[in-house]
T-cell receptor
Framework: SQQGEEDPQALSIQEGENATMNCSYK?????LQWYRQNSGRGLVHLIL?????REKHSGRLRVTLDTSKKSSSLLITASRAADTASYFC????????????FGTGTRLQVFP | DAGVIQSPRHEVTEMGQEVTLRCKPI?????LFWYRQTMMRGLELLIY????????DSGMPEDRFSAKMPNASFSTLKIQPSEPRDSAVYFC???????????????FGSGTQLSVL
């Protein structure tokens, strides 16, 4: 079974609004990563947060990690139509840091 | 660097035929992963290699699937015989170990869209 489950499955917002996506996972992790996938393309890495970090920023992206709740959130601020894509969280595990398992993904639609 | 290169981009074949998907990882990367993506099952890890050696193939669905990495710059995923339920997008990704000793992010290819009729 997949390590990560994302919520919501789909999200539609207007340009300029913030988008928040959540990810829950099952076992202890070493790090958690977020990826983006445009339709018909491969996944692109966005940001990585380690298990000893609680928050990380990269441009308009903000990621939080709560290891006690085994959950993470990705916030995209001031969204743009170009942010329309699917977003996936991915986790390794503390006993196998090589193996990266992806969540179910959130489909984000940003309307101009 | 051209990134991870996969071929073919699209493959349409008939049930029972052999299918071979190809991947060229980024030079210098020592990890290579094969994933399969479908609407029903999402992204599934099939197998991964480290330094050309298969480490974990527990995600390979059946004996009809096999993967090889004869050298650091080439890997293949073979399905023989193919079945309609194998229809999916197959992604190859490569990665490397950072100075921290931890394997970092994955770099994905554009995928192969496989349709088995």
């Amino acid at each position: 079974s997949q390590q990560g489950e994302e919520d919501p499955q789909a999200l539609s917002i207007q340009e300029g609004e913030n988008a928040t996506m959540n990810c829950s996972y099952k076992t202890s992790i070493n790090n958690l990563q977020w990826y983006r996938q445009n339709s018909g393309r491969g996944l692109v890495h966005l940001i990585l947060i380690r298990s000893n970090e609680r928050e990380k920023h990269s441009g308009r992206l903000r990621v939080t990690l709560d290891t006690s709740k085994k959950s993470s959130s990705l916030l995209i601020t001031a969204s743009r139509a170009a942010d329309t894509a699917s977003y996936f969280c991915a986790t390794d595990s503390s006993y196998n840091t090589d193996k990266l398992i992806f969540g179910t993904g959130t489909r984000l639609q940003v309307f101009p | 660097d051209a990134g991870v290169i996969q071929s073919p981009r699209h493959e349409v074949t008939e049930m029972g035929q052999e299918v071979t998907l190809r991947c060229k990882p980024i030079s210098g990367h020592d990890y290579l992963f094969w994933y399969r993506q479908t609407m029903m099952r999402g992204l599934e890890l099939l197998i991964y290699f480290n330094n050309n050696v298969p480490i974990d193939d527990s995600g390979m669905p059946e004996d009809r699937f096999s993967a090889k990495m004869p050298n650091a710059s080439f890997s293949t995923l073979k399905i023989q015989p193919s079945e309609p339920r194998d229809s999916a997008v197959y992604f190859c990704a490569s990665s490397f170990v950072a100075e921290t000793g931890v394997r970092e992010k994955l770099f994905f290819g554009s995928g192969t869209q496989l349709s088995v009729l």
